[in-house]
């Protein structure tokens, strides 16, 4: 069993930068892929990024290539999402998930066993 607790969400402005923080309690395999979602009020959850455990392979939704940055410290079992130039229309419920057998895309929702609670970002113009 995987617990997930994100956190480092919060209120900025446009242009600023905001790191957020996935903490794994558990066995994370090296087969693991871990990933980040987010979910804005009135849409549905979107895929943001992602990395795999074991060789450290990184996706990234169109929309926030070069502005965002995943990463994992296997030490610590986390998974971080550096997040520039940040957008309003970045604002959401950031969501950290673990997919323990990754056979399928990296944005299928529906693949990830595992989820946080979520955290809060809101970016104002």
């Known amino acids: 069993q995987v617990q997930l607790v994100e956190s480092g969400g919060g209120l900025v402005q446009s242009g600023d930068s905001l790191s957020l923080s996935c903490a794994a309690s558990?066995?994370?395999?090296?087969?693991?892929?871990m990933a980040w979602f987010r979910q804005a009020p009135g849409k549905e959850r979107e895929f943001v990024a992602s990395?795999?455990?074991?060789?450290?392979?990184?996706e990234y939704t169109g929309s926030v290539k070069g502005r965002f940055t995943i990463f994992r410290d296997a030490a610590e079992n986390t998974v971080t999402l550096e997040m520039n130039n940040l957008k309003p229309e970045d604002t959401a419920v950031y969501y950290c998930?673990?997919?323990?057998?990754?056979?399928?895309?990296?944005?299928?929702?529906?693949?990830?066993?595992?989820w946080g609670q979520g955290t809060q970002v809101t970016v104002s113009s």
């Open positions: 558990g066995v994370i395999y090296a087969s693991y892929r």
């Open positions: 990395v795999t455990w074991r060789n450290n392979k990184k």
């Open positions: 998930a673990a997919d323990a057998f990754p056979d399928s895309s990296p944005g299928e929702i529906s693949a990830y066993d595992y």
